[in-house]
């Protein structure tokens, strides 16, 4: 396995594999239906205007078995520093300690890159998840109850944050 910078071109089918499969089955992500191809034109074109990663994990073959990545937290300047994360992992892989590795290399992005505040919006009945991000240096900041409604119930989300050393001058505007 090893890390590389996904690319619209040959990343995206998986990338929307990946995600599509945690919509249908999952709680990781609040949404109802699959995304279509045109929704991951729209988010590399979203990863690209504002210079944020996207990290994938693949074999040795080049198959993408997980990749990370961060977003814009809120549309308003002074949370410019701020960004929020998630991590994905192909259901064939999960438990092989790709979801650590994935982390740990957006969390050194997102250092590299200047950013002072992460922020895991996390379903928080997802204990992998959680157990992950406090591992990892994340704490629970808050949880919105019953922000969601999925699968016919009510979902809590879980926010997690960690604070990084970032940036070393920061400035408003």
Known sequence: MRLIPCTEEAHSA???AILNEAIITSTALYDY??????NMVAWFATKRANGFPVIGAVD??????????YGTFRA??????????????DSAHRGE???RTLMEAIIAEAI???VHVMVGAIDAANAGSIALHERLGFEHSGTVRQAGF????????AFYQRIL????NPVDG
């Open 60 to 69: 040795d073959a080049g198959k993408l078995l997980g990749f990370a990545s």
């Open 76 to 89: 308003f300047p002074a949370y410019k520093y701020t960004v929020e994360h998630s991590v994905y992992v």
């Open 14 to 16: 998986a990338i929307l």
């Open 112 to 114: 590299a890159r200047d």
């Open 165 to 168: 050393a970032t940036p070393m």
């Open 150 to 157: 999925k699968f016919g119930r009510w979902l809590d989300v």
């Open 33 to 38: 239906k699959p995304r279509t191809p045109e």
């Open 97 to 99: 300690g790709l979801g």
